[in-house]
């Protein structure tokens, strides 16, 4: 994230953070918090309608 801005490259970051949980959704780390805002920020902008699922097919 850059000022508050999601950037495309926190799609990398996410897919770390999805590596790290178990088959029964276990953590094998504690998160940091760079990934804990950044999860914050994605549902904050969910809630809000800034984010929205796109079908790019």
Known sequence: M???MIETRDGDLLLGIHKEFDLYGNQK???TT???VLL???GKGIQEGKIVSVNRG
């Open 2 to 4: 850059k000022n508050g």
């Open 29 to 31: 780390r504690p998160i």
């Open 40 to 42: 914050f920020a994605i």
């Open 34 to 36: 760079e990934e804990q």
